[in-house]
């Protein structure tokens, strides 16, 4: 039976007392532990959020002291190998930093491309002047490409061409025009403007001299109710000789060579342009003939001609 005594009444409250601080003394410092880790996680630089942007999502992940590899790693972001990260992979996370992954994909697409002609037009010494040659037709050249289209996050940002193969090379459409002004002819020098080809046809005056048909009213074959001797410009219907003194008269479409025209018909001679008549439209001359049987005898012909300069 133990004897409370004062003596063993002060030793419990004693120890009571001691207990009573140990206990006081843990709970504060699991308090301050508790407080410095909640605010250090708050406070403390290298605790903070970063924005993320992958895939089409955006999200905002804490961060603490973390490179941007870690961080990716820990949300399960996988980077494929053309995939690029923006800052980069060993970048040491900030506060203020976002953090962006760029899905890359690379494709290569042949495509064909014509390569236009030239047109190219260029004088000749050798052939006459008014005279226009097509040299060589124009053909388009095409030519097929290899191409690496590259695209981030589904939009293109670039098309390389890697190869050119040429399927087909290109002809230049080349056209001549004439630059000789100068005829020879039976040992004499001719200066002409231009060289055309018309249809040439012939015909008499009409006259009975001529001896050209006519029908009941009077009109002849060649020259219809005209029969008074005489051309279009009033001049006589004289045929002339070829020479530069007596040149042929012929009958033009005075819109192609004007009333008055001195030409040269090549394996005739000299003409004038001084008569028109009604069959007579664009490249087309007739040339007059003392006799209707020499007009006939003529019949139709391509020939060359020369329009010689104004005197
Ligand atoms: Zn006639």
């Known amino acids: 039976m133990p004897v409370f005594t004062k003596q063993n009444t002060l030793e419990t409250s004693r120890r009571r007392t001691s207990v009573l601080r140990y206990y ?21 630089p290298g605790a903070f959020s970063v924005k993320v942007e992958a895939d089409g999502q955006i999200c905002e992940a804490e961060v603490g002291a973390e490179t941007v590899a870690d961080l990716l790693d820990r949300l399960g972001i996988e980077l494929r190998e053309l995939d690029r990260v923006e800052p980069a992979l060993q970048h040491s996370l900030k506060p203020g930093d976002s953090v962006k992954v760029i899905r890359v994909e690379k494709r290569f697409v042949t495509r064909r ?8 037009i260029r004088g000749n010494g050798r052939l006459s002047r008014g005279v226009l040659r097509v040299l060589q037709e124009g053909i388009k050249g095409i030519q097929e490409e290899t191409v ?7 939009s293109q940002v670039s098309a390389t ?34 060289e055309h080809m018309v249809t040439a046809t012939a015909y008499c005056n009409g006259t009975e001299a001529s001896g050209c048909p006519r029908d009941k009213r009077g009109c002849s074959v060649c020259t219809g109710f005209y029969n008074d001797g005489y051309t279009a410009t009033g001049l006589p219907a004289v045929a002339g000789d070829g020479s530069p003194e007596n040149p042929y ?3 033009v479409d005075p819109r192609v060579f004007p009333l008055g025209s001195r030409l040269y018909l090549d394996g005739y001679g000299f003409a004038i342009a001084a008569d028109t008549g009604s069959a007579i439209k664009g490249y087309c001359i007739d040339i007059l003939f003392p006799t209707h049987k020499e007009a006939v005898q003529f019949g139709r012909r391509q020939m060359k001609i020369y329009l010689l300069p104004e005197q």
């Open 24 to 44: 006081i003394f843990t709970a504060s410092a699991v308090f301050i532990i508790a407080a410095v880790a909640i605010a250090g996680y708050f406070l403390l």
């Open 148 to 154: 690496e289209i590259t695209s981030e996050n589904g």
């Open 113 to 120: 491309r014509e390569i236009p002609f030239q047109e190219i």
């Open 161 to 194: 061409v890697l190869q050119t193969d040429l399927l087909r090379a290109k002809q230049d459409f080349i056209i001549e025009f004439g630059e000789n002004n100068t005829l020879s002819r039976s040992g004499r020098n001719i200066a002409f403007t231009s």
């Open 249 to 251: 008269i012929i009958a």
